[in-house]
């Protein structure tokens, strides 16, 4: 999907990151980064290990301490906005040992709206298994979540997002430790929320698929190396100052002519 820059201008701003700064025992995780998400985009985070991606991530749902700046949820405070985000995290930091379903897991999504104290009831189950099916896993309901495969725990996870019905999700490393079958159906998922509206943001490692993935961009080191559409984003020079010596490693990146024939390609 081709964006107009005047097009995404016009909309109003989903995330507002001013002068973000993140330490953790005196060491900056992440350095007076500034960032502006539209809505109705799908954003990936891009950079080498320890870049601040997960931190960035964590630090706009307000799961860690801020050294300074601050975080604007559609112009309000986190806390004030936190109804309208939806969070997908690493799976890896999960105990997929605890003993429950995958639809327990999925209603525990709906929380928020419910309130600890009240239990879910039949129309909760429904939006629960209406989740479930989104993501293809609707027979494994039942199912413990230790005896899921790593792809099907995963779709579990994006299900517990999707029944938030949240205008903003935020997901860290979403395709990490799934197969081929499992990210085509996560990103054909995160298509269709961006065509109705949602705003995506997601950490992502494989620059190859970034833009066949993704329409937004945010390169980073630490610091903000740059942040907008893809084709804008994603040039030999910002690759360079975002990876530095490991330039080498990466796939081959198209130049600025080349860059602008794919898009006039793509507005024909």
């Given at each position: 999907?081709a964006?107009?820059?005047?097009?995404?201008?016009?909309?109003?701003?989903?995330?507002e990151?001013t002068?973000l700064?993140?330490?953790?025992?005196?060491?900056?995780a992440?350095?007076d980064?500034d960032?502006?998400v539209?809505?109705?985009?799908?954003?990936?985070?891009?950079?080498?290990?320890?870049?601040?991606?997960?931190?960035?991530?964590?630090?706009?749902?307000?799961?860690v301490?801020?050294?300074a700046g601050?975080?604007?949820?559609?112009?309000?405070?986190?806390?004030?906005q936190?109804?309208?985000?939806g969070?997908?995290?690493?799976?890896?930091?999960?105990?997929?040992d605890?003993?429950?379903?995958?639809?327990d897991v999925?209603?525990?999504?709906?929380?928020?709206?419910l309130?600890?104290?009240?239990r879910?009831?039949?129309?909760?189950?429904?939006?629960?298994?209406?989740?479930?099916e989104?993501?293809?896993?609707?027979?494994?309901a039942?199912?413990?979540?230790?005896?899921?495969?790593?792809?099907?725990?995963?779709?579990?996870f994006?299900?517990?997002?999707l029944?938030?019905?949240?205008?903003?999700?935020?997901?860290?490393?979403?395709?990490?430790?799934?197969?081929?079958?499992?990210?085509?159906?996560?990103?054909?998922?995160?298509?269709?929320?961006?065509?109705?509206?949602?705003?995506v943001?997601?950490?992502?490692?494989?620059l190859?698929t970034?833009?066949?993935y993704f329409?937004?961009?945010?390169?980073?080191n630490?610091?903000?190396?740059?942040a907008?559409?893809?084709?804008?984003?994603?040039?030999?020079?910002?690759?360079?100052?975002?990876?530095?010596?490991?330039?080498?490693?990466?796939p081959?990146?198209?130049?600025?002519?080349?860059?602008?024939a794919?898009?006039?390609?793509?507005?024909?």
């Open positions: 999907m964006f107009q820059r005047e097009d995404v201008n016009d909309r109003p701003k989903a995330i990151v002068d700064t993140v330490a953790y025992r005196d060491r900056p992440l350095w980064v960032l502006e539209p809505e109705g985009v799908l954003m990936a985070i891009v950079g080498p290990n320890g870049a601040g991606k997960s931190t960035l991530i964590q630090a706009i749902l307000g799961l301490p801020l050294a601050q975080v604007r949820i559609y112009g309000r405070p986190y806390v004030e936190r109804h309208l985000v969070y997908v995290p690493q799976r890896s930091s999960v105990d997929w605890f003993p429950t379903s995958a639809l999925v209603m525990m999504g709906l929380y928020g709206r309130g600890w104290l009240r879910p009831g039949r129309r909760e189950r429904e939006l629960a298994l209406e989740s479930l989104k993501v293809g896993m609707a027979e494994f039942d199912r413990q979540i230790s005896q899921l495969s790593g792809g099907q725990q995963q779709r579990v994006l299900a517990r997002a029944v938030q019905d949240a205008r903003i999700y935020l997901m860290d490393e979403p395709f990490a430790g799934v197969d081929a079958t499992t990210e085509r159906a996560i990103i054909a998922l995160l298509q269709e929320l961006r065509a109705s509206g949602k705003t943001v997601a950490v992502h490692h494989d190859q970034l833009e066949e329409d937004w961009a945010m390169l980073l630490v610091r903000r190396i740059a907008g559409p893809v084709q804008k984003v994603l040039t030999e020079e910002n690759l360079r100052k975002t990876y530095g010596g490991r330039i080498a490693f990466l081959r990146v198209v130049n600025e002519r080349e860059l602008e794919i898009g006039a390609q793509k507005q024909a």
